[in-house]
Nanobody, 129 residues
Framework: QVQVVESGGGLVQPGGSLRLSCVAS????????IGWFRQAPGKEREAVSC????????YYANSVKGRFTISKDNTKNTVYLQMDSLKPEDTAVYYC??????????????????????WGQGTRVTVSS
């Protein structure tokens, strides 16, 4: 059974840090480009970051560039999103998913979400004082 489980969300003060985890079962995360997305209340889902299967190249949305870091541990079938210097506008439910159509992230652009599958249930991040 294919499954993705996100964890690591929570309540954090502005300027704080969180590390999100995306653990897969039923398939090998390292065989796919893996994306992190987020959806804030009343807003559309947006791509946050991506890590390629082929060469570990990455993509970051401009809004998180320099603050978030995506990485993966193939031995644990897990992808991480380290989030530092968090801001209230980072508040959202964060999801990870596997790109079923390509192994590489876009070079400087977000690959469309319709290419992704194996979505998890998400983990909620709230940045507030």
């Amino acid at each position: 059974q294919v499954q993705v489980v996100e964890s690591g969300g929570g309540l954090v003060q502005p300027g704080g840090s969180l590390r999100l985890s995306c653990v897969a079962s039923g398939f090998t995360l390292g065989d796919y480009a893996i994306g992190w997305f987020r959806q804030a209340p009343g807003k559309e889902r947006e791509a946050v970051s991506c890590i390629s299967a082929s060469d570990d190249s990455t993509y970051y949305a401009n809004s998180v560039k320099g603050r978030f870091t995506i990485s993966k541990d193939n031995t644990k079938n897990t992808v991480y999103l380290q989030m530092d210097s968090l801001k209230p506008e980072d508040t959202a439910v964060y999801y990870c998913a596997a790109n079923l159509m390509r192994r590489s992230c876009g070079l400087g652009y977000a690959t469309p979400s319709h290419e992704y599958g194996y979505w998890g249930q998400g983990t909620r991040v709230t940045v507030s004082s």
